[in-house]
């Protein structure tokens, strides 16, 4: 069965980057493009960016440009999110997610970051 | 940017009710529009893609419709555990997204 699997909980210092994994079994891992998604604490869901399956091409929310970056590791099937120069603000649970045609099908449970002096 | 809308942001309703949760986009996005269902501290599921078309194994209760701008959830015959909020979803500027705000839906 296709699952997603998240690293754990992050606590990071303003300025600090937290880089998040995602590691996918059950498919075929370079058929799917992967998104990340984060939700603040009782916020909504904030789409961040996309990467295709070979890690070759990436397109990022205007928010997040220069900030975050997204690799994939094809010989471990893990996704990476990276976000630099954090502060408060991107305290939320952070989500990645296959794409299967143009939907999100399958989701990890999410990695809380939380961002605090 | 497409912006998108969801209308109420919450609802109260009762175990057996039809609801209707509306979101709407600002500009034409044909059939790109995703529904996905969040409990607390959960991830989102997928419920409907493409705005009408139903996710393998979600109940035939929810049905979704719309195409261009304005796009409805359906829920028939409300169960307890479809007290949850529903977000909306544009794939129509690929590769850029958006969600819209979410409808929290509450048991009266």
């Known amino acids: 069965q296709v699952q997603l699997v998240q690293s754990g909980a992050e606590v990071k210092k303003p300025g600090a980057s937290v880089k998040v994994s995602c590691k996918a079994s059950?498919?075929?891992?370079?058929?799917?493009?992967m998104h990340w998604v984060r939700q603040a604490p009782g916020q909504g869901l904030e789409w961040m960016g996309i990467?295709?399956?070979?890690?070759?091409?990436?397109n990022y929310a205007q928010k997040f440009q220069g900030r975050v970056t997204m690799t994939i590791d094809t010989s471990t099937s893990t996704v990476y999110m990276e976000l630099s120069t954090l502060r408060s603000e991107d305290t939320a649970v952070y989500f990645c997610?296959?794409?299967?045609?143009?939907?999100?099908?399958?989701w990890g449970q999410g990695t809380l970051v939380t961002v605090s002096s | 940017d497409i912006q998108m809308t969801q209308s109420p942001s919450s609802l109260s309703a009762s175990v057996g009710d039809r609801v209707t949760i509306t979101c709407r986009a600002s500009?034409?996005?044909?059939?790109?529009l995703n529904w996905y269902q969040q409990k607390p501290g959960k991830a989102p599921k997928l419920l409907i893609y493409?705005?009408?078309f139903l996710q393998s194994g979600v109940p035939s209760t929810f049905s979704g419709s719309g195409s261009g701008t304005d796009f409805t959830l359906t829920i028939t015959s409300l169960q307890t555990e479809d007290f949850a909020t529903y977000y909306c979803?544009?794939?129509?500027?690929?590769?850029?997204?958006?969600f819209g705000p979410g409808t929290k839906l509450e048991i009266k």
């Open positions: 979803q544009q794939s129509y500027s690929a590769p850029l997204y958006t």
């Open positions: 500009q034409n996005i044909n059939i790109y």
């Open positions: 997610a296959r794409m299967n045609g143009e939907s999100l099908d399958y």
């Open positions: 493409a705005a009408s």
């Open positions: 990467i295709n399956p070979s890690g070759t091409s990436r």
């Open positions: 059950g498919y075929t891992f370079t058929t799917f493009f």
